[in-house]
């Protein structure tokens, strides 16, 4: 039985503070977080590095905004927020109904 994918969109901010990684090679590692939810990329932007409105670490006061387009199953977004909430290179999520 197959299961029924929705489209999603996803905002990340992307904390690269002390990484030697790119931009580009974390980005990858949030694709590869999709893929092992059972989604699939559809697109994605750099919207680059932005200032925060409110700052919450005066050590941290912007980050590097990537927005990716998915698909998916309804339970998709439940698990990438929870696989995400361990990985330290994402510093905000948002996954939103496309």
């Known amino acids: 039985m197959s299961q029924t994918k929705r489209n999603y ?28 939810v059972h989604g699939e990329v559809t697109a994605v932007e750099n919207i680059g590095r932005r200032d925060f409105v409110r700052v919450t670490d005066d050590k ?10 998915f698909s998916a199953p309804a339970s998709a977004p439940a698990q990438l927020h929870e696989r995400l909430r361990l990985n330290d290179t994402i510093y905000r999520a948002l996954v939103q109904n496309a």
């Open 9 to 36: 969109k996803a905002t990340f901010i992307i904390d690269n503070r002390g990484k030697e990684d790119s931009v580009e090679t974390l980005i990858e590692g949030v694709k590869k977080e999709i893929a092992a």
């Open 60 to 69: 941290f006061p912007a980050g590097v905004y990537v927005q990716v387009n």
